[in-house]
């Protein structure tokens, strides 16, 4: 039961029928909603990862379901990534509302894996939280318990602070709010050198095979690379060996990993810190400010504990932002010392 109707969309669209978008409770009409208990919707829920996620049965072209990612993308602000690029890739999104509830689907103009896998593999709320201005909780009856941002991770915490006023949870030693990641791989891969270079994530994750009788067929084995480097890495890499694919891709993750490791120490200094003032006594400013930064440290650290690559889809955002995350613990830790030297 710590699962909720909205997260179930990623393992399944069966609900697709009896669900309205954004998962809206529509009276006498809809079966399933963001507030259903998750109990008895599993129950109505048959099958895995379903095709009519990425395929339109009806037209035979690519698509998106999602709900959260169409509202995303077509916000009046314009500010994802996608809208942000020069070349993406564009959508009609079709009202599908005759069964008396408002339901939506976007067909794409050609296949593109950054929208089509980031309907699941993506940052997105899906949970109960707090109001970051009222401090009042966020029920799953608030359609914010099924948002998408579709930001990276320098602008997920002005997005979820200061424009939905979104965090998830109270840290139970600073008291301090916070923000709890998904799996933001397709918003990470915006921007990297294998998305300059043309590469999608079926390049890497569902590669052109060859089957018995000699045609060629995208696998829909969706699995690390590093499984199938002949299919995958050694494709654009021809003077490579398996051997030298693999230490790439090893080394990279090993390296990012090791400067998670960096950030995490500093944070724990920053937390401990923090529970010191408190016992302390220090003002309730100072020990905010601190919250604050402990808060902007945690998302730069955060979002690649929960991006599934170790960072290897992004390396260089996720230097800059891990290193940030050290940086902002270190302000936090001055913070509380500044304090400590101004009471003596």
């Known amino acids: 039961a710590a699962a909720n109707p909205v997260c179930l969309q990623c393992k399944t669209q069966d609900q697709i029928l009896k669900w309205s978008y954004m998962g809206d409770k ?6 399933w909603d963001r507030t259903s208990n998750v109990v008895e919707f599993v129950k109505d829920l048959q099958h895995g990862l379903n095709c009519i996620f990425c395929h339109d049965p009806h037209a035979a072209k690519p698509r998106i379901v999602r709900d959260g990612l169409i509202q995303a993308l077509t916000r009046k602000e314009a500010d994802t990534l996608w809208h942000k690029d020069p070349k993406h890739t564009n959508f009609k999104v079709i009202d599908m509302g005759v069964r008396g509830f408002n339901r939506k689907i976007a067909i794409l103009d050609k296949y593109d894996t950054r929208l089509q896998c980031g309907q699941c593999h993506v940052e997105y709320n899906c949970n109960p939280g707090t109001d970051t201005k009222t401090g009042e909780s966020v029920k799953m009856s608030d359609q914010r318990t099924n948002h998408f941002p579709y930001k990276d991770v320098f602008g997920l915490y002005d997005y979820y602070v200061n424009q939905i006023n979104f965090l998830d949870f109270k840290h139970g030693l600073t008291g301090g709010l916070l923000w709890k990641a998904q799996h933001p791989e397709a918003e990470s891969y915006y921007n990297s050198k294998h998305a300059k270079a043309g590469v999608g994530c079926d390049s890497c994750h569902m590669p052109k095979m060859k089957a018995k009788n000699g045609k ?21 890499h021809p003077k490579w060996n398996e051997e030298m694919a693999r230490y790439a891709i090893d080394s990279v993750k ?12 500093h944070l724990s200094a920053l937390i401990d810190k923090i529970v010191e003032g408190k016992k302390a006594g220090l003002g309730d400013d100072v020990i905010k400010q601190a919250q604050d930064q402990h808060l902007r440290a945690h998302i730069l650290w955060e979002y690649w504990t929960a991006e599934n690559s170790d960072g290897f889809h992004n390396p260089d955002m996720a230097r800059e932002s891990l290193t940030r995350s050290v940086d902002e613990s270190q302000k936090g830790i001055k913070i509380i010392n500044d304090a400590f030297a101004a009471k003596m």
């Open 254 to 265: 090993a390296h990012i990993k090791g400067k998670m490791r960096k950030a995490e120490f």
């Open 216 to 236: 060629m067929f995208t696998s829909h084995f969706a699995v690390t690379p590093r499984v199938q480097l002949k299919e995958t890495c050694l494709k654009c």
């Open 26 to 31: 529509v009276e006498g009409k809809t079966t």
